[in-house]
């Protein structure tokens, strides 16, 4: 009998992008952290030793696990390194806030769209490496979409929380701040276009506050990275409507582009001050290049 439960979450995961040639690729993917967390499960490499082996999941063997936790009967049925997961006394929440203001509804694919089917990739990551993962979304208020989920079992739900968001209104970190103790400690990724003043300062001390490990994923549209504009122009501000009238000349977009620049120089600055991991992104490169983008940066391995 189909579950449909089951059938929404494959639909919103094909709705997101992710493709089973992508989830196997995110399959080879696990969540670091910095704080120490019991390890005896096989969760992920610790200072700590665990105490708890009752069996949790399965997930698929990435360089760095513990072999003494693979799973050698599934190994000689399926020929792939298969990792046992048992629950441990202490886990992590990945907590995954989108920026829900008007203005990610801009580009092709929108903002919106591409900060969506990052964080399905991502809280997948951390599902199959037996995480908590919570979504949340912001504006000019902070929503708390799921509780805390865990085990790859939860896939479907994750997936299901996010192709129905939907833009209005203005940005306002400071809904990160007042909410960040209804979240778990853990890592806190902010997606966001970051287009808002002021910007996610103290939001980011909040999140330290809280016990949690920031990280900004900046998407911008690639009409934003790269204008293809010119003569007179009257432009609207998404969110709060005010209007401006210019005339772009080739010194316009200079300035326009040292804007940018400098924009991105104070973010990147912004997040080292906080310890916080920072990736710069365009909405329209894919979920793949996406997802490279934060293993660079770290957010994932």
Known sequence: MTNPAASAGIAAARALGLTPDILSMLDRMTLP???PVLGDAGQRRSRHTGGSVEFADFRAYVPGDDFRRVDWNAYARHERLIVRLHSADEDVTLTLWIDTSASMAY??????RAAASLAGALGYVALGAYDRVCVASFASAARILTPRLRGRSATHRLWASLPGLRTSGSTDFDAIGRAATRTAPGIAVVISDFLSQPG?????????????????????????????????????????RATV???????????????????TDQLRSLAARHRARFVDLVSDVGIVDSVRACRTAGIVR
């Open 245 to 263: 009238e210019v005339t772009v000349t080739p010194a316009t977009m200079a300035a326009y582009r040292r804007r940018l620049a400098d924009r």
């Open 107 to 112: 580009g092709d694919p929108s903002k919106l």
């Open 33 to 35: 952290s910095r704080r």
């Open 200 to 240: 996610p300062d103290a939001a980011l001390a909040a999140l330290r506050r809280a016990g949690q490990e920031p990280a900004l994923v900046r998407f911008l549209s690639r009409q934003e990275v790269e204008p293809d504009v010119r003569g007179d122009l009257r432009l609207v501000d998404a969110e709060t």
